[in-house]
């Protein structure tokens, strides 16, 4: 009699989530696989894999059956949490030493954020205005954090270009 049975590479993770599931039924001769990766999704493959781009628990199930026509079914969740997505932007991005730049987090899905400013400093505030004291070319990224603890990371698209102030003769 065949029995099924199944590991996933993972049991949960952040979208976009990627399972490989490896069949280690037994009993089999001349089997047949059937997968449900309760997304809408199936496949009739040995050993299968599936990429979760929404958030959600799915069932996912594999029945094997044999050649006399007898089956055994094997089930796991898995648990895809749904990533926050992170956007970001700059006011007045470019000025001599000691200019402020405006920063604005506009993320989605986020429970929180930090900002790495590029200078050696960060800041857990949405939106700050921060100050780059010594000229320099900076490359500021912000980090969205969700509830379930996935991530997600934007760099800006310009870098902040600060120059050295004008010494006067």
């Known amino acids: ?15 976009p989530l990627n ?28 050993n299968a894999d599936i990429t ?3 958030g959600g628990v799915f069932n996912v199930s594999l029945v094997v059956i044999n050649s006399e026509g007898c089956s055994d079914t094997a089930a796991v969740a898995i648990t895809a949490n749904t990533s ?34 590029g200078d050696g400093t960060t800041s857990a505030s949405a939106n ?3 100050s780059y004291t010594a000229a320099g070319t900076y490359y500021p990224y912000l980090i969205a954090f969700s509830a379930s603890g996935c991530t997600d990371t934007m760099y800006l698209s310009s870098p ?3 120059y050295a102030n004008p010494v006067a003769a």
């Open 1 to 15: 009699t065949p029995s099924a049975g199944f590991a996933p590479s993972v049991l949960t993770g952040c979208t």
């Open 19 to 46: 399972v490989n599931f490896n069949n280690n039924s037994t009993g089999l001769d001349n089997p047949s696989y059937f997968w449900n990766f309760g997304n809408g999704m199936q496949s009739t493959n040995l």
């Open 52 to 54: 979760y781009l929404q």
């Open 84 to 117: 926050p997505v992170a956007q970001a932007s700059a006011i007045d991005s470019s000025g001599c030493e000691n200019t402020t730049v405006t920063f604005n987090s506009s993320s989605l899905l986020s429970t929180g954020v930090m900002w790495n400013f």
């Open 128 to 130: 700050i205005q921060h």
């Open 160 to 162: 902040v270009q600060i």
